[in-house]
């Protein structure tokens, strides 16, 4: 199997229908992920919209990712066919189908997003290691304690915290990530999805 069948069997499977979480963005806006946002990246795949690109080209430190630029994911072969590989997959096509529903919101609120779904398939998947990844490790634990499909403020709050200071987003998060101010609202990026 492929990787464009290996994720279109992970964005098809009972673990990412399950998948059902809202909170509040940091601009005040509702953020809501639910199956349809899923339906979406498999039209947008099975329509040939989303491409996959070459593992040479993620950074450092990083195992996957999902650029808007060219409509392609991005995985990095030594992740391949695990369930922390499938959770990956569902926390990048958080950010596809931001991108694909031309959907403008912060960064932050973005990788929130990403990190929320991501330990959400591993709960759905009865994963009980522990997680390699403070982030993903955080993003399952607002899942745990959620109420009513809303996801703990302390845990939100806590990730938010965690992603912001992980260099790995700084050029995503902020205008200018060598500010002093690193925090100040003018200095917050938004993502803005392109469509497809």
């Not at 304690?145 to 403020?153: D, E, K, P, Q």
Request: charged share 20%; aromatic share 10%; hydrophobic share 35%.
């Amino acid at each position: 199997m492929g990787l464009k069948e290996h994720i279109l069997q992970v964005l098809k499977s009972n673990e990412t229908r399950r998948i059902n979480f809202s909170f509040m963005g940091d601009d005040g806006r509702t953020i809501q992920i639910d199956y349809t946002a899923f339906q979406k990246v498999i039209t947008a795949i099975e329509g040939g919209k989303i491409t996959f690109g070459d593992a040479a080209t993620l950074p450092s430190g990083s195992d996957g990712g999902y650029t808007s630029d060219g409509n392609s994911f991005t995985i990095r072969p030594a992740m391949t066919w695990s369930r922390l590989f499938n959770a990956l997959i569902v926390h990048e096509s958080v950010h596809a189908y931001f991108d694909i529903t031309s959907m403008r919101l912060l960064g932050i609120d973005s990788e929130a997003a990403g990190y929320i779904a991501q330990g959400y398939y591993l709960h759905n998947s009865g994963f009980t290691r522990d997680i390699p990844d403070d982030l993903v490790s955080v993003g399952r634990r607002c899942i745990n304690t959620r109420a009513t499909g809303h996801i703990n403020s302390d845990d939100l709050t806590r990730l938010r915290s965690n992603i912001e200071n992980d260099s790995r987003y700084a050029s995503i998060l902020f205008r200018n990530p060598a500010s002093s101010d690193l925090f100040n609202a003018s200095n917050r990026k938004y993502f803005q999805g392109n469509g497809v």
